[in-house]
Every structure is written in structure tokens, then in C-alpha cells.
């Protein structure tokens, strides 16, 4: 649920009334001032070069180990899908989304979800579509069942609308409406309001929990991505983010789900303890209750796609990534502990958990080179970390951007990948303005935090041709 609240409407806190912990505001300016020092020693002059070569080799270190990984993940699609043909009881789904005045998009996703091919051998889907309406104004839940009763699904379908005064905002407030206890599937897939399936998503995904896999997330695609650079570079940041995260689980770390696409079984969501109101950012808050309790990292399913609507606008891309940025250290100071004392991962795992949280505070280190550049004149340090950190940014993009294809199919040709490898790794420099943004809000703030939602106007589906239809046995 990433739309946009209804205008005028009181914005309700993330998880009630809960106030920041005091530990945690300490430890985000002690991130943010510990960093901004580190990076004012770039401008020494004989410790000048330590930081820098410090972490450029922290980041070269891991760039090659996640882009070779990522051509061997643990299980291929070609691997998911003989998995799945041989399945004498294939995964059942409930699709699960969390909805509030969503009724500009909510007819599309019904209907992509009408035309799931994952069926038995009577034509009876394997799937259900619950609905959490959330105190909605705009007749989202009406929407749904009409459209489900028009197109044949409603039998497979339920609406749930959540009520009530200074209820929390925030997705995993709403999910928490549906509890894994009152879903009937094997799987919970949790899905955006403006989410785009094509008809073969869920077979696909299938087969990953056939293979074995309890935690499965989406390929996540952006849709319209050809409308300007805004929503280009985010299509091809999600590409990134895919090829970190799918090296990472190659590696046997604690790979992450992301918030549309997350696929999880109810037994492994109910031991984790369900969704939770508090969490900011609901997916790497599972994610990591996942790992300490029961030590599964998430597999990333790259032939299932889930197609999501662009940010539009710089202001909504402002507001959404802080909430990301925040989000992840909330993660870290909460459930970071529990992560690494788990006796249910290895120490690989745990070393892999603490690199990519620690790596939150390169632009705190980037924001002291630039404050000892603009005070001493001494740039070439600053130079150094932004250099490695949107060098890294542009190697990686270059290798993910292999599975992007030109319209006639064939792979991108080098020019225009190079091109795009150059846009995407400026597009991440936004993280070094943000993350000191976020450790400030999180380090000053008194009283709960406000949830602001992203406005959803409806896009076309992907144009992509289905696959071929598959019966499942029974």
C-alpha cells in the first residue's frame, strides 16, 4: 500500500502512539557524527588516503563476489520449473494487499489476478485474493468486489476492512488485518495496490517453493519506464537492487525481500512472529526476523515479475526514500542484535547482515569529505569516496543491466547499457544526501513518526506475451 492519503485527512503514526527509543536516536547521531569525522580526515594531509582507499576496498571486495554469484543462484528458473512439473502437491497462494482509497488501480490488479494460469486440472485456481481495506473513502472495497464478481473471482476472493480511530498507518499496520492464521493459502504473496501481474506470475513463482525455497521475492519491474530519465533510472535501480540481493542469497547471506513481490510461507511468517504495525519498512523488517529465527534467506525469483507504477515526482521520490533510509537503520538497531547472535545462521551470513548495513554509513563518510574539501581545499580525498561509491554503483548496473533486453528481444547494445549503468549509478548518489537526512530525522525526532503515502493514477500492463498455459495436478 504505497498510494497517497486522502487529502485533508489527519495522518494516523507508524505503529500507534510508539516513540523513537532513546538508544536509537543516540546511535543515529552517533552513525552521523562518527562518519562526518571519519570523512573529515580525508582532508589530512597524511591520513588523507586511508579513508578513501579504505572504502573503495570494502566496496571492490564485494562487487565481484555478488556479480559472479549471481550468475549461479541456488535455485534457476529452469530448476524451479521441473521442480514445480514434479510436485505431487504444488503451493496454494493467498495474494495479499493492503489497500486505502485505491480505487484508481485496484481494478487492474483484480484483473491481472483473474488471469493467473496457476489452476488445477478442473480449472480451479490455486490461489485467493484478500483484500485488507483500509479505513478507505473512495469505495476501494467495492471496486474489488465488483470487478471479482465480473470476472469470475469472486468465489476466490475476500475483502477485509479494517476500522477504527488512531488506528496506525503504514502497510504492515494493514496487514496485520490478515493474520497468516485467516489465510488459506500455502503461500502469502504481498502485493501493492498498483502491482501488474503477468498470467504466468504465479506458476513461476510456484516452482521456487517447489524447489524448496520458504521465502521467495519478486522481480520487481517499473512500468512506463521509457517516459523520461525519473522513471528509467528507478526501473534500472530495481535491476541492481535485484542483482545485489540474488548474489547475496547465492552466497548464503541474508538476502532481503522488497515490499512488492514478498512471498512467504504461513508457517515461516507465523513463527516470525506475523506482520507488525511498528515496522517502517515492512519487508527487510521480516526479512530479518526471518533470518534470526529460523536462518532462511530469501530467494529472488527473477523470471517472476510484479510491474509497479513509477515515482512521478522528485518531492514523492524524496518522501519515499527517506522512509526507506530511516526504515533500514530502524531494522538494524531493532532486529540487528537478534541477527547476529542467531544460532540458526552461519558466520558468512552474519558478515554478510553487518556489510550491507554498515555500508549505510559511506554517506555520512561522504558528507565529512565534503565538509573538509569545502573547509580545506583539499578535494581529492572526496573525490576518492565518490568515485568508488558511483564507480561501484556503474560496475554493478553495467553487469545487472544484462537481463534487460531491447524491444526485438535481443540484449541491450553497449552504448545505450553504458548509458544507462552512467544513469542509474548518478541516480544512487541520491543515497548520500539522503541517509544523513534520515540519521538526523531519526537522531533529533520527538514523537511517533507520520506515514505518507505515494499516489497511484493507474498504468498499463506490462506488454509482454504470456507463457504457455500449465494444468497443475491435484
Known sequence: MTGSAHAGRKRAPIGGNLETPREWRAAALGILAGGTALGLMAGHRRLGRIVPMLTAGVALGAVLPIASASRR??????????????ATRPPTFTILVGARDEAAVLAQLVSDVSRQDYRDEAGKPLFELVVVDDRSIDGTGRIVTETARDLGVADVTRVFRREGADLADGKGAALTAAPPDVCRGDVVLVLDADARLEPQFLRLAAGYFAAGARAVTARRRILDSGDGWLAGAQADEQTLDGEINRGRWALGGCSEFRGNGIMVRCDLLAAAGGWRAAAL??????????AATSGDSVAWAIDAEVWEEPVRT????WRQRLRWAEGAFRRAFEHGPAVVRSRE????????????????????????ATVSAAVAGRRRGLLAILGGYLGV?????????RWETRPDGGPLHPRER?????????????????????????????????????????????????????????
Open 73 to 86: 543462484p541456488p535455485i534457476a528458473p529452469a530448476d524451479a520449473a521441473q521442480a514445480l512439473a514434479g
Open 393 to 401: 554503483s556503474a560496475v554493478l548496473g553495467w553487469d545487472a543491466l
Open 281 to 290: 519498512t515492512e519487508d527487510i523488517d521480516l526479512s530479518s526476523r526471518i
Open 345 to 368: 545462521l552461519s558466520l558468512g551470513a552474519k558478515l554478510d547482515f553487518v556489510a550491507y548495513v554498515g555500508q549505510l554509513a559511506v554517506p555520512a563518510i561522504a558528507l565529512g
Open 418 to 474: 553504458m548509458g544507462r549503468a552512467f544513469r542509474v549509478s548518478l541516480f544512487n548518489g541520491l543515497w548520500l544526501v539522503v541517509v544523513p537526512k534520515a540519521l538526523l530525522d531519526l537522531g533529533l525526532r520527538r514523537g511517533p513518526i507520520r506515514y505518507t503515502k505515494m499516489e497511484h493514477s493507474g498504468s498499463a500492463a506490462p506488454d509482454l506475451a504470456p507463457g504457455p498455459a500449465l494444468a497443475i495436478p491435484r
Open 314 to 317: 522528485l518531492s514523492g521520490l
